[in-house]
């Protein structure tokens, strides 16, 4: 079991070019998350899903993108990067019925300059 | 709005020193509370929680947090750290509807 990984581990952008983030988890989760995390702010929702084929906005929505075409893989676009958009992005996933129950990939770093 | 405070930033502390990190959460949180332990590079691993019942939960690793529903707290605390103690935790509260919220997280640093 790897549980839940994350592709790449670091990434750096310009500001305006687009990436994508995967996230793919084997514990056949029903529930995903993604976070970012910055200094002195802890983690904050971005998006999450509640099954295949289902996103929903979290806390901090603007300026990404999800999607969730298969159980086992949720997406993050970031469609035109921002300087503001720099922080560690990680993944999550929860068993249905204990979504309070998370489990985390080792994160991504992401500079936009 | 629901808030999860963690009042240090940093704890620094001796080897085999007890340490005490303290978390508040506001009262309209749901009771379900959360201890994260997350290490240099790497992602969030689940240190110990409080569900319901017994107020005092414990961790593997000698970790120990209690629910105190009149102070609204969580504070974690362990007898005698280790130098692999050093992280960093984080305080959760869980508030349905897919949300967790955490606070803003207390750097550990356990000096020789």
């Known amino acids: 079991n790897a549980g839940v990984t994350q592709t790449p581990k670091f990434r750096v952008l310009k500001t305006g070019q687009s990436m994508t983030l995967l996230c793919a988890q084997d514990?056949?989760?029903?529930?995903m998350y993604w976070y970012r995390q910055d200094p002195g702010m802890g983690l904050r929702l971005i998006h999450y899903s509640v099954g295949e084929g289902t996103t929903a906005k979290g806390e901090v929505p603007d300026g990404y993108n999800v999607s969730r075409l298969k159980k086992q893989n949720f997406l993050l676009g970031l469609e035109s990067a921002a300087p503001s958009q720099t922080s560690v992005y990680f993944c999550?996933?929860?068993?249905?019925?204990?979504?309070?129950?998370?489990?985390f990939g080792p994160g991504t770093r992401l500079t936009v300059t | 709005a629901q808030s999860v405070t963690q009042l240090d930033s940093q704890v620094p502390v001796f080897e085999e020193a007890p340490v005490e990190l303290r978390c508040n959460y506001s009262?309209?949180?749901?009771?379900?509370l959360f201890w994260y332990v997350q290490y240099p590079n790497q992602g969030l691993q689940l240190l110990l929680k409080y569900l319901s019942g017994s107020t005092l939960v414990e961790s593997i690793n000698g970790f120990e947090a209690e629910f105190n529903k009149s102070q609204t707290s969580f504070h974690l605390r362990k007898p005698s750290v280790h130098i692999s103690d050093t992280a960093e935790y984080f305080c959760a509260a869980y508030t349905g509807g897919f949300k967790t919220i955490f606070g803003a997280g207390t750097r550990l640093f356990v000096k020789a």
């Open positions: 514990m056949n989760h029903e529930y």
């Open positions: 999550a996933s929860s068993p249905s019925g204990l979504s309070y129950e998370q489990y």
């Open positions: 009262s309209s949180v749901s009771v379900y």
